[in-house]
Each structure stands twice: as structure tokens, then as C-alpha cells.
């Protein structure tokens, strides 16, 4: 039975159910996706996994939604503003499915609080996270896990749509971010212990506006100065970790 599913909400899955098929619903419905990072990218992501048929989700982020948000992030609207991102978007979630269980968590993932996510019970990992230790780590701690770990790259500074691929990590090209990744694995001579796909852009434009301050966490947190970005980049990268997740479910419909 699909757990996504009652008599007062199937209907919702009905044209994903008629392309995809039963067994491929019920593997997607009982799917566990923990998303690290719910801004532009991560938001369309856990949105997608939802509409999709996934029931299962945890999102993870400690930031409030800021005016600057509002341009590319699914929960983000002026209404929001202020109220923490992963309030905002479970709310969202559950508007799409009364029925999906969404677990909310309003934390910074770190080395030093990485066990208390237990990634190992989950069947896929979506790393949408922007800091590059904690990117870093979550990496290594995913990798090593028996989780599926799906990774978005940089999404900043690009603007045409028809450049964003997906790749395995060490063959990204023309990412800065991806570039940081594996000059700091090599440098601290620890790497992923298995292949994982990401989603990147080689596109680097540059920014003509005016740089603004930084933005601060609610724990006191620094965020660097961000780069400019636009919806319709963010949220296709975001739109592509879950299509990675829903197609790497269909193929074992078939296993």
C-alpha cells in the first residue's frame, strides 16, 4: 500500500502513477530522504520529492527566511519573512500531502553534531549545503553511510538553464565549488569512500550589481556574501537531485 495515500488524497499521484506504475509508487512512497540545506536549491528539491510521491523527509537548516530569499527559494514570500526556512517549508509540504511525514530541523550540520542526524537510516542524501567544511564533511559521513548521496555544486552566478548537467564528483568541470571540494579532500588526504553524482554548472558569470553585507544565522553564524543567483538556475538544480532520486527509484522497480 502506498503510505502516501489515503481515500481523501490518491488522487494527487494519479498522473505520476500512470507513467511511472504501482511497484515504482510504493518504492518511492517508502523512500527515507534527509535534504541538508533548504535555500534555493534544497527547497525545489524537498518540494519535487514531495509532489513525487515521497512521504519520508527530513529538512535540515538553521536560517530564517530573509528578503533575499524570496527571489529563488519555494517557502520564501514576503508573508515569511523571518520565520525559520524549514517551518515555513514543511508547512508547504504538507499542503501538497497531509499525509507526508515531515520531520524539521532547525540546525547547522557540523562534525561535531553529525551522528545525531543518523544519515545510515536513510536511502538517500541530498547535500544542498553552501559551507564548505560542513559540504565537506557531510560528504565523507554520507559516503561511508549505506545512504544514496545525491550533491548539488555551485548554483550561484549562471543563468542559462541548458548548462546545468549532472556528473560524477571528481569528473565536475568549470566549478569553483566542486574545484574547493577536492583541493580539501587532497589536502587533508580524506576522500569520499564511494562515486557520487552532483549537479553543476560550468557557467561563471559575474556579478553586476552591488556586493551587500553578509547575512547572520540566528546562532550567531557569519554567512559569507553571496553571490547572485537566479530561480529558474536554483531551482532546476534543485528540480534535478530529485529527479536523481525518483529515477534511481524506478530503476529498482525493476530489480
Known sequence: MNICSTTDTSGIFTRTNLLLGDAAMEKISA???????????????????????VCRITIVDADTVAPSNVNRQAQATCAT??????????????????????EDLMEVYTSENADSFSIGSYDYVIDAIDSLSHKAHLILNATRSGATLFSSMGAALKID????????????????????????FKHD?????????????????????????GEVLPQGIHKPVANGTVSHVTAIFGFTLAGLVIQDLVEQRVK
Open 31 to 53: 523512500a527515507r530522504v534527509i535534504v541538508f540545506g533548504v535555500g534555493g536549491v534544497g527547497s525545489w528539491c524537498a518540494e519535487s520529492l514531495v509532489r513525487s510521491g
Open 81 to 102: 519573512v523571518g520565520r525559520p526556512k524549514v517551518s515555513v517549508l514543511k508547512e508547504r509540504l504538507l499542503e501538497i500531502n497531509p499525509n507526508a511525514e515531515i
Open 161 to 184: 538553464p541548458q548548462l546545468v548537467r549532472v556528473g560524477e564528483f571528481w569528473k565536475v568541470i568549470g566549478c569553483p565549488l566542486a574545484r574547493a571540494l577536492r583541493k580539501k
Open 189 to 213: 588526504k580524506t576522500y569520499p569512500t564511494k562515486k557520487f553524482l552532483c549537479v553543476y554548472s560550468p557557467e561563471l558569470l559575474q556579478n553586476h550589481g552591488v556586493q551587500q553585507a
